[in-house]
């Protein structure tokens, strides 16, 4: 694997369970915990249903959660957590810095595309970026290539 590659999501992980992973790990990041009722009014879903989806997300060992408890990641949810914003930085730095896509549209498409993208489709995208100026998963600046031929 290159310096830059970003981790394959398992293919457990489905949309709905990156959603959720992603959610849980904003708010601990922003409120230093995750509560049921948070996770609900973000996900715009009712607690029940948010119940049923921390059940799975434990099963896949991606959180801890008591009943009634706050939800927190483990290393393998952070694991999945930090390669998801890794995809959504790689694909938001492509669709801003070199489609010139306002960055609101940009972050919402991000969003979007860093759930289905495809592996082998992100790593070309990482080599494209990284052959074409700066990497943000490499820490990398590549001057652009300004020689010119007589």
Known sequence: MSEASIPAVDERYNITVQEYIEIIHDLVMKQHVARVKDIARLRGVTRSSVSIALNVLRDLGLIDHEHYGFVSLTEDGMALSESLAKRHRLILTFLVDFLEIEYDVA????????????????????????????????????????STTA
Request: net charge negative; proline share 8%.
């Open 107 to 146: 972050d919402r498409e991000a969003c979007r595309l860093e759930h289905t993208m495809s592996h082998e489709t992100l790593n070309a995208l990482v080599e494209y970026v990284k052959a074409a100026g700066e990497c943000p998963l490499c820490n990398k600046s590549h001057p652009p290539d300004n």
